[in-house]
């Protein structure tokens, strides 16, 4: 093999190897460390915090083209937590949530944009009590690398976004209590092995 041979040999290697790691990756949520938070101002003396957990499931992310990046995620109504029973109790009534007739909540992107090397927002629809708004996150993306512990490939993402809840036919004490809810999503998910 002549030097020229070993160059464009080199050279395809190389491509190859590019081509591999711009490709989309598929990562499985880790449910353990990632959870919906959402504040709503509570008669004007406090901004009340619940939270959700996601349910398992995958997505994907392409860390070079942020716009093959596609995510479908579910958050199970019934995991809801306010800190209290019975107000856990009453939120998942008919009064608010109607778990039982409407037991998710759904988010499915319809457009990644990247604004810079760690920030974007995520284009989707958010579908509440089977009412389905469109919604743009502010998105950040925390890290992607080798996680420490599973020693597999892992990302972390913060996403943030304000909606309407009286849009999504929760409206029982509206206005008084706020009708903006702010919604923060905090995701860690990984590559699983083999």
Do not use: C
Not at 2 to 31: C, E, H, I, M, W
Not at 39 to 46: K, T, V
Not at 93 to 111: H, R
Request: glycine share 6%; no cysteine.
């Amino acid at each position: 093999m002549n030097r020229f041979q070993k160059f464009l040999a080199a050279a395809a290697l190389g491509l190859a190897a590019a081509a591999v790691s711009a490709a989309p990756v598929t990562y499985t949520v880790d449910t353990t460390h990632s959870r919906v938070t959402f504040y709503i101002n509570h008669f004007g003396f406090s901004n009340s915090v619940g939270e959700f957990k996601l349910a398992d499931g995958t997505f994907i992310f392409d860390n070079d083209d942020w716009s093959k990046s596609k995510v479908d995620a579910k958050i199970p109504v019934q995991t809801l937590e306010l800190g209290d029973l019975k107000w856990n109790t009453h939120v998942l009534s008919p009064d608010f949530l109607e778990s039982t007739k409407y037991p998710e909540i759904t988010f499915v992107s319809k457009k990644v944009e990247k604004l810079d090397a760690t920030h974007g927002k995520l284009h989707g629809e958010l579908t509440i009590k089977g009412v389905t708004k469109s919604v743009v996150l502010d998105l950040t993306v925390n890290k992607v690398g080798e996680h420490p512990i599973r020693k597999t490939q892992a990302a972390g993402f913060t996403a943030t976004t304000t909606v309407k809840r009286t849009e999504f036919g929760v409206s029982l004490y509206a206005p008084a209590v706020a009708d903006d809810v702010v919604i923060r999503i905090e995701v860690e998910a990984f590559v699983p092995k083999g």
